[in-house]
């Protein structure tokens, strides 16, 4: 069993227990003004395992399973058997890291809540682009597009829900959780960002 289906497993469990205990949804939520009064710093890894309803976690799960499974293939691929800890590493800190502008901004706010795997998900479809930047991704199953031209309207349309959106999600966490993937690649495998530059150059070039 891959480790993308074994967090979905895990996300899943967590998200149907809670589903019913508003108080257990509260205190797992991310909640910034808690962080700083409380020192309640778990909330940061806890937030991104619950989720709003079924559909707010089938839509992540099912992007979480193809993106996921794709990205653990290229890392196994590139880093042999460590992959599968780069992978881990990389879903985990994210939901971290992509919570921590949201935190910085509303630390103040004592009616600021929001949950769901947004930055680890925003992470590894960002990875996933970095990676495999022509490779098309379909948008319901019929409008197809390269890579590169799905992560531009991804950044595009995250940017805007974080601005209107005010229903406990935290559509910023999917921006800046793939900000961090493409820092986690710079980081970890910075050839990627060239191999990613020259196939986007590339696929410019054969129009003109």
């Excluded at 939901?95 to 004592?110: A, F, G, H």
């Excluded at 795997?117 to 925003?122: C, E």
């Excluded at 597009?145 to 601005?163: E, H, L, S």
Aim: charged share 10%; hydrophobic share 45%; glycine share 8%.
């Amino acid at each position: 069993m891959s480790i993308t289906v074994i967090l979905i497993c895990i996300t899943v469990a967590i998200s149907f227990y809670a589903f019913n205990k508003p108080a257990l949804l509260q205190k797992l939520m991310m909640n910034p003004y808690l962080i700083k009064k409380e020192g309640q710093y778990y909330r940061f890894v806890s937030s991104g395992f619950i989720h709003k309803d079924h559909t707010h976690l089938l839509w992540n799960m099912f992007s979480f399973y193809f993106f996921g499974t794709a990205v653990e293939q290229n890392f196994s691929a590139v880093f042999g058997e460590a992959g599968i800890y780069y992978f881990i590493v990389l879903y985990l800190t994210a939901i971290i890291i992509s919570d921590v502008p949201t935190y910085l901004k509303e630390r103040n706010n004592t009616d600021y809540n929001s949950l769901g795997a947004s930055g680890g998900i925003g992470s590894v479809i960002f990875v996933f682009i970095i990676l495999q930047p022509l490779q098309s991704i379909c948008l319901y199953f019929a409008l197809c597009m390269p890579g590169f031209v799905f992560g531009v309207g991804y950044m595009a349309y995250t940017y805007y829900q974080g601005r209107k959106s005010k229903d406990n999600i935290n559509h910023d966490a999917h921006l800046y959780g793939a900000l961090y993937g493409l820092l986690f690649c710079a980081i970890v495998y910075p050839t990627s960002l060239q191999l990613f530059y020259e196939q986007v150059s590339y696929w410019v070039g054969s129009f003109f």
